[in-house]
């Protein structure tokens, strides 16, 4: 960089130095590995044979509370044929012809390559694993425009192990900041032309990491304020029926299924570490 700046100083007005973008990425602990789903679904009586019909029937619960968050605001729920598509500039040309001042922009739905799950029968001894596999599966794009990060979104995998990854811009945020303190900026696309006061804008810029961040990714997961994140997650987090039989999910909400994820997660590093140990013998 400083030999961009050496080289052009006649044109450079000034310089900020901060971050670009963020990515905020959560799944349940539980299901970041094949034992770990596998240690869950014989909690709940699931044969891991019926595990897609179980699963599916999640998957079908969050597309649908998605469709029902876009219709209650009464904004977009778009589908794009190619993952190439841009999301962003289908959201943006969304704002464009139906502008909101906050809140959600859209839904963007789109099917794109996903980390997951499948079942391998094993011939020899005729026994079945979950096993870690690439697949396909649908992508929610939540559009919105926040009060504290500008625009943003947030990208939902509506298939196990149900992905929630939240996109923060540093240049969004930082106009949002210099909007509330009356600092008068110019700015085309994601760049910034001209900045009234340089120095005052480095300071603002310096200030993200005392972010109460927590929080504010459970408002973002939601795009709704007067949303609790245990409300968000409630498809993944209720009772299903899977071959007739009533099975409970997961309530991570409550002390005694943390209690529970607490263990399962040291059982589950325990039969990794046995598994390595094996392969090492």
């Known amino acids: 960089m400083e030999p961009f700046i050496a080289k052009h100083r006649v044109h450079v007005l000034g310089v900020l130095n901060g971050w670009d973008r963020l990515v905020f990425r959560g799944l349940y602990r539980l299901f970041s590995s094949a034992a770990g789903v596998t240690w869950y679904l ?10 897609r019909d179980f699963f599916q029937a999640l998957t079908h619960e969050i597309v649908t509370a998605s469709q029902a968050q876009a219709a209650r605001a009464q904004r977009p729920n778009v589908y794009l044929a190619s993952s190439a598509t841009s999301k962003e500039e289908a959201a943006r040309r969304t704002l464009e012809e139906s502008p909101v001042a906050s809140g959600l922009i859209g839904v963007v739905r789109c099917v794109e390559p996903c980390w997951t799950y499948e079942m391998r029968r094993e011939a020899a001894t005729a026994s079945r694993e979950l096993v870690a596999a690439w697949r396909k599966c649908t992508f929610l794009y939540q559009y919105g ?19 929630v990854q939240v996109y923060v811009n540093g240049r969004e945020w930082l106009a949002q900041r210099m909007d509330e303190e009356g600092l008068e900026y110019r700015r085309a696309d994601n760049c910034f032309t001209w900045v009234e006061d340089f120095e005052r804008a480095q300071g603002i810029m ?18 709704d304020a007067s949303l609790r994140v245990e409300e968000i997650f409630a498809p993944v987090s209720r009772a299903v029926k899977t071959r007739g039989r009533r099975v409970r999910a997961l ?13 399962a997660a040291a059982l589950t590093q325990k039969v990794t570490i046995q598994t390595l140990t094996q392969a090492a013998a």
């Open 42 to 51: 014989h909690q709940l009586h699931v044969r891991l044979v019926d595990f």
């Open 145 to 163: 425009l926040d009060p504290e990060f500008g625009f943003i979104h947030v990208r939902v995998q509506t298939w196990l192990p149900f992905t």
């Open 206 to 223: 310096d200030a993200p990491g005392q972010s109460d961040w927590p929080n504010q990714l459970d408002a973002l997961a939601g795009l």
């Open 251 to 263: 309530r991570i909400w409550t002390a005694e299924d943390q209690a529970l994820l607490a263990a």
